[in-house]
């Protein structure tokens, strides 16, 4: 019995122990399969969280979300007021950019600074000293020398036309008076010489017809008689059939400078000729646009009436002529005339009339043609 007893007991034993083995192994074994199973999660959140940026899971928010826009050229900048890092919200802030030269792995894009300032653009060179003009002269200078080359070509129409293209630029004070001279040589040789040019646009031949005058023939071209008779070099007004003459297509106008005191002759937009004069005290002279009314020869002098008194009426021819030897009338009490005091003239000295040299204003005169020429007198030159 002891022994049946003993070794039923045994067997309890043995049977509980192996319950106990196995419920060891199978709680081992759940532990080991959780792990594996919280280990596979948290790799595969990892492999998320990493692929978010590319895969779009993360692009894809809400339609409603701000968009925070970084200027091109700079780095993201923090706003005022606002630490950067974590937001309350939880969306990440832009970052405040790195320094060039501080320490980090990439460089801000506005390390990569321009060449050039936006908006702004590098003064030219000048060109041949002219520095003071800036763009506009040295655009002048460029083009008085394409003129200057043309001319020693002998292609005086294509330089006249760059000579004045040259003076449209915006020259320099000293600029101008080359380039006005260069003109002025030009034109004696091209508007004003007896031949005509090649290429010449501003005149042309003429052949005279029975029964012309050459008072007709100017009165045809918008020009004094005594203009086609300088030009083609003609001793006296006669002509016969069959003549052929040069002529100019006028009219021709006056520019008066106030602030250069000068008076510049044009040819629609080619500037013939200038000249130095004298012009009335303070704002005597006018500026303003005017029409040649008349023109005398030799005219009379009469004092105006705040001179009386002080000047005395003079015949016309008289050497001691207030006006000269020439008057040209463009109405107002205003006229161009001749001076018996050549000192004053490039002075502010008259009652408002426009003074010139005898010899000039004589030249002068016969480029006028009355109602058609006209008279413009500027403060400065445009």
Not at 241 to 252: H, I
């Amino acid at each position: 019995m002891p022994s049946l007893l003993f070794g039923d007991d045994s067997s309890r034993r043995k049977s509980s122990g192996s319950r106990r083995t196995r419920m060891i192994a199978g709680l081992v074994a759940a532990v080991v399969g959780l792990a594996v199973v919280v280990w596979g999660a948290v790799r595969l959140f990892g492999w998320l969280s990493e692929d978010g940026g590319s895969s779009g899971v993360v692009a894809e928010t809400s339609s409603d979300a701000t968009e925070v826009q970084t200027p091109y050229g700079l780095g993201a900048q923090t706003p005022v007021g606002a630490d950067s890092g974590e937001a309350d919200d939880g969306e990440p802030m832009p970052m405040t950019p790195e320094i060039a030269g501080a320490s980090g792995n990439q460089t801000p894009v506005a390390a990569e600074a321009p060449t050039s300032p936006v908006g702004t653009e590098t003064p030219p060179s000048p060109v041949n000293g002219a520095a003071t003009g800036g763009e506009a002269s040295a655009s002048a200078q460029v083009l008085l020398a394409e003129g200057r080359r043309l001319e020693r070509e002998g292609k005086l129409v294509a330089a006249r036309g760059q000579y004045a293209k040259a003076l449209a630029a915006g020259p320099n004070p000293a600029q101008y008076a080359e380039i006005a001279g260069c003109l002025a040589s030009v034109s004696e040789r091209t508007i004003l010489g007896k031949k005509l040019a090649e290429g010449e646009t501003e005149a042309e031949l003429y052949e005279v017809q029975s029964g012309d005058y050459l008072s007709t023939i100017g009165r045809r071209y918008a020009i004094p008689y005594r203009l086609v008779q300088r030009i083609n070099g003609l001793p006296s007004d006669s002509i016969y059939a069959g003549q052929k003459l040069k002529v100019v297509r006028g009219p021709f106008r006056v520019r008066v400078v106030k602030s250069d005191v000068v008076l510049e002759l044009w040819l629609r937009d080619v500037l013939v000729k200038t000249y130095r004069v004298a012009i009335g005290r303070g704002d005597s002279t006018p500026a303003g646009q005017y029409v040649v009314l008349k023109k005398l020869e030799n005219p009379a002098f009469s004092p105006p009436p705040s001179q009386r008194g002080i000047m005395k009426p003079m015949p016309g021819g008289d050497p001691q002529n207030p006006l000269g030897t020439r008057w040209i009338d463009f109405g107002d009490h205003l006229g161009i005339h001749g001076t018996n005091e050549p000192e004053s003239i490039s002075q502010r000295v008259s009652l408002g009339c426009i003074r010139m040299l005898n010899s000039d204003v004589e030249e002068l005169y016969d480029f006028m043609t009355p109602e058609m020429s006209t008279v413009e007198i500027v403060e400065t030159r445009p």
